[in-house]
């Protein structure tokens, strides 16, 4: 069985800081994606990394996929209290898995004002 | 295009009633997914599907069943519902094609067993 350990589990931090979440497995995946969740809402993707070493960036954010695709992290510059939710990883195999992701913990971030 | 959609959004069970999760999709994906969220625990996946009338178990089926007849529409049954599976519960959908990997989630629907 996958897993994908995310860390930390909480962060509060003020608005304008900078923060780095992350996402650690012991197997590789042919793809991490990562997805943000509002309360009461579904998650909603936000990037899909695939190749090991690659560096994507959206605005503040910019995720990394590590060399050996077993890890990766978010790091998000200058926070605002618009980036609080719930940040997802989740790593799909290759082959036959249908596409079927799974899921880290989620790091709960709260940007306060 | 409204997307995945799922009913209720709310549902309070007592033990040992059984319900349908209904949920559908108007972006002609073929691949559906069933996930369950717990606090603090991620999502973790029951059922798949890839295709009509084809499905599969996911990481936790116990208690569970489901069936694609449609491209549209894939329900969840819970049969003899428990306490255990008090969760929110949400439903995917995925078009396979090249390397798009995006799974598109429904709303959720907050199940409470009691």
């Known amino acids: 069985t996958q897993l994908l350990e995310q860390s930390p589990q909480f962060l509060s931090i003020q608005e304008g800081e900078n923060l780095t979440v992350y996402c650690n497995s012991s197997?590789?995946?042919?793809?991490l994606q990562w997805y943000r969740q509002e309360p009461g809402e579904g998650p909603v993707l936000l990037v899909t990394?695939?190749?090991?070493?690659e560096v994507k960036k959206l605005k503040r954010l910019t995720f990394q996929f590590g060399d050996a695709r077993k890890d990766s992290s978010l790091h998000i510059t200058a926070a605002q209290p618009g980036d609080t939710g719930l940040y997802l990883c989740?790593?799909?195999?290759?082959?036959?898995?249908?596409?079927?992701?799974?899921f880290g913990q989620g790091t709960i971030l709260t940007v306060h004002p | 295009n409204a997307g995945v959609t799922q009913t209720p959004k709310f549902r309070i069970l007592k033990i040992g009633q059984s319900m349908t999760l209904q949920c559908t999709q108007d972006?002609?994906?073929?691949?559906m997914y069933w996930y369950r969220q717990d606090p603090g625990m991620g999502l973790k996946l029951i059922y798949y599907?890839?295709?009509?009338?084809?499905?599969d178990k996911g990481e936790v089926p116990n208690g569970y069943n489901v069936s694609r007849s449609t491209t549209e529409d894939f329900p969840l049954r819970l049969e003899l519902a428990a306490p255990s599976q008090t969760s929110v519960y949400f439903c995917?959908?995925?078009?396979?094609?090249?390397?798009?990997?995006?799974?598109?989630f429904g709303p959720g629907t907050r199940l409470t067993v009691t």
């Open positions: 995917a959908s995925r078009l396979v094609f090249r390397s798009s990997y995006e799974q598109y």
């Open positions: 197997s590789v995946f042919s793809s």
């Open positions: 990394v695939v190749t090991g070493g």
């Open positions: 989740a790593g799909t195999s290759g082959g036959t898995s249908y596409g079927k992701l799974t």
């Open positions: 972006m002609n994906h073929n691949y």
């Open positions: 599907s890839v295709g009509a009338g084809i499905t």
